[in-house]
């Protein structure tokens, strides 16, 4: 994905050092990457799963994609995709836990979301959905309560690689309720179509603002669940992103967000009690 190649002014340095052990950081970004390790073509795949689960999962990609590579390991399945303007990344990881059942020699698989979504959603809450990969036919075979469908698998040659996922400088890490999200995108969006996101010192707050041709708009959140860091710092992105953030995000959930002085920023949250989200959004050049 794009980001401005910016220079952090001496103010934007984080208040509170990071001091997570190397040998645990390793261990995550091993456990993380054993998601995404494959890229030759799969060779079976047989899973059952909440219906529920699996169309929030289809409604965060939805968001930013309409189709994608699905990494299938030991671990679970993984996706990892950018939008066609390099503006907004999603990546979801499913561990197999949050399945019924799930059995795969691993393997790479290309699908159409938007048509994978429209067979998913025939399902009723609680109902379970099962999926099989046929390798003769190259289908995925979809089992909902009687109905069966069978859909084209893509190429995943033909689908855009992976992003990349740069390593940035983030000033500001803190967790709060979707509801303060939204609260600040809906009022942005009442005057301008882009929201600037910053971190108060002062205030122990994060404070998002906008400003129109000729109105302003500032809304201060304060009651945050965690701050593991805080730093005068501040970005500027495009609101349609953020509302494409948002859709995916459970309506009570709490969201960890991530930003650095004109710096793309992310955000993290969990579907059900295992199925980890981050998506990411480049920043607005400033004029």
């Known amino acids: 994905m794009s980001t401005t190649e910016t220079t952090p002014s001496g103010t934007d340095e984080p208040t509170t ?3 997570t052990d190397a040998g645990t950081e390793q261990d ?28 929030d999962v289809l409604t965060a990609l939805g968001a930013f994609v309409d189709e994608a590579r699905v990494h299938l390991s030991d671990e679970g399945l993984g996706i990892r995709a950018v939008d066609p303007a390099n503006v907004g990344m999603i990546e979801i990881r499913m561990p197999k836990l949050v399945f019924e059942h799930y059995e795969t020699p691993g393997g790479l698989v290309g699908l159409d979301l938007e ?31 009687g109905l069966e469908f069978e859909l084209s698998c893509l190429d995943p ?6 992003p990349e996922i740069p390593d940035l400088e983030m000033n500001v890490n803190v967790t709060f309720a979707k509801a ?32 129109g041709d ?9 009651d945050l669940g965690a701050i593991d860091v805080l730093a005068e710092s501040s970005s500027l992105y495009s609101l349609d992103y953020i509302k494409d953030a948002r859709k995916g995000m459970p309506r009570s959930c709490q969201v960890e967000m991530r930003f650095g002085q004109d710096n ?11 199925i980890d989200v981050r998506t990411m959004i480049a920043p607005r050049i400033r004029h």
């Open 264 to 274: 793309p920023i992310e955000f993290t949250y969990e579907l059900g009690d295992a």
């Open 115 to 145: 048509r994978f979504a429209e067979v998913i959603g025939m399902a009723n809450k609680g109902q379970l959905v099962s999926l099989a990969l046929n390798e003769e036919t190259r289908k995925i075979e979809v089992e909902i309560d």
């Open 180 to 211: 303060e999200l939204s609260q600040g995108y809906k009022a942005a969006n009442l005057i301008a179509d882009h929201i600037e996101v910053a971190g108060s010192l002062e205030d122990e707050a994060v404070v998002f603002a906008a400003e």
């Open 157 to 162: 040659k033909t689908i855009r690689p992976d």
């Open 28 to 55: 995550l970004d091993d456990q993380e990457q054993a998601f995404f390790d494959t890229e030759s073509a799969a060779d079976g795949f047989e899973a059952t799963i909440d219906a529920s689960l699996l169309q």
């Open 17 to 19: 050092p990071n001091q």
């Open 214 to 222: 000729s109105d302003d708009m500032q809304y201060t959140v304060d």
